[in-house]
C-alpha cells in the first residue's frame, strides 16, 4: 500500500524565519515519484517539484529545498527566510510507475503555513 | 506549459438538482483523468480513474451512479453529480496525464470547481 504522512498539521512562524516541512512516505513500487504542490486559499493546486525515486539528489530553487532521504522515506522541504505569501497549505504526494498504477497521486494530509509579518 | 482547464470554478446549487463539472486539457492528449474531492481543510482524495473510451474506474465507497464521469475525447471528462444534496458540498479538482508513458508523463491539476449546495 501507498501513504504519505505530513505528522505536521499546522505551523506558525514569523516572517523571515527558517521552516521545514516534513514529509514520510511508504511505497512498495522500486520506482516512484515524490511531489510537492501548495495550496493558497484560493484553492488551485501550484506544483513545486517532482522527484523521482532513483534521483537523491537535494535540490534548491530560490528560497525553497527538498531534501530526499531514501533511506528514511522522507522528502522533506525547506522555505528560507519565509515570506507572507508562502501562506498556504502544502501537500506532499507519492506516485508509483508500476504495480497497475495508472499515475493517481496519493496525498499526504497537508500542513498549513501561516507566516506572520 | 501544460494547462488544465475546469469549468466552472464556483456553482451553487439546489438540493435535488444535477452539475456537470468539466475538465479540459488544453495544449496535450490526456489519456488519463483523475477526479479529486477535498472536503474543508482535508486532503485531496482519489474519487475515479477515467480514461478516454472506457468507462471510469470509481475508487472504493465513491457512487458511480451519483458522481457521472464521461470521458468521450482526449481532451475533455466530466463529472456529473446527479440529484445533489448539502453533503456533496465540496471542493472538486481534476488532473490529466498526457500521453506517454507514465515514467515521463506528470500530472496536471485544474483550479478546482467549488460546489455548494443549498
Known amino acids: 500500500a501507498q501513504k504519505v504522512t505530513q505528522a505536521q498539521t499546522e505551523i506558525s512562524v514569523v516572517e523571515k524565519e527558517d521552516v521545514t516541512l516534513d514529509c514520510v512516505y511508504e511505497t512498495r513500487d522500486t520506482t516512484y515519484y515524490l511531489f510537492w504542490y501548495k495550496q493558497p486559499p484560493s484553492g488551485e493546486l501550484v506544483f513545486l517539484i517532482r522527484?523521482?525515486?532513483?534521483?537523491?539528489q537535494n535540490e534548491i530553487s530560490g528560497r525553497y529545498s527538498w531534501n530526499f532521504q531514501k533511506s528514511t522515506s522522507s522528502f522533506n522541504f525547506t522555505i528560507t527566510a519565509s515570506q507572507v505569501v508562502d501562506s498556504a497549505v502544502y501537500f506532499c504526494a507519492l506516485s508509483g510507475v508500476f504495480g497497475g498504477s495508472q499515475g493517481n497521486l496519493i496525498f499526504g494530509k497537508g500542513t498549513k503555513l501561516s507566516v506572520k509579518p | 506549459g501544460a494547462v488544465v482547464s475546469q469549468h466552472p470554478s464556483r456553482v451553487i446549487c439546489k438540493s435535488g438538482t444535477s452539475v456537470k463539472i468539466e475538465c479540459r486539457s488544453l495544449?496535450?492528449?490526456?489519456?488519463?483523468m483523475f477526479w479529486y474531492r477535498q472536503f474543508p481543510k482535508q486532503s485531496l482524495m482519489l474519487m475515479a480513474t477515467?480514461?478516454?473510451?472506457?468507462?471510469?474506474?470509481?475508487e472504493q465507497g465513491v457512487e458511480k451512479d451519483k458522481f457521472l464521469i464521461n470521458h468521450a475525447s482526449l481532451t475533455l471528462s466530466t463529472l456529473t453529480v446527479t440529484s445533489a444534496h448539502p453533503e456533496d458540498s465540496s471542493f472538486y479538482i481534476c488532473?490529466?496525464?498526457?500521453?506517454?508513458?507514465?515514467?515521463?508523463?506528470?500530472?496536471?491539476f485544474g483550479n478546482g470547481t467549488r460546489l455548494t449546495v443549498t
Open positions: 495544449d496535450f492528449q490526456a489519456t488519463t
Open positions: 488532473s490529466a496525464r498526457d500521453k506517454g508513458p507514465i515514467y515521463n508523463s506528470p500530472l496536471h
Open positions: 522527484r523521482n525515486s532513483f534521483d537523491e
Open positions: 477515467s480514461n478516454e473510451g472506457s468507462k471510469a474506474t470509481y
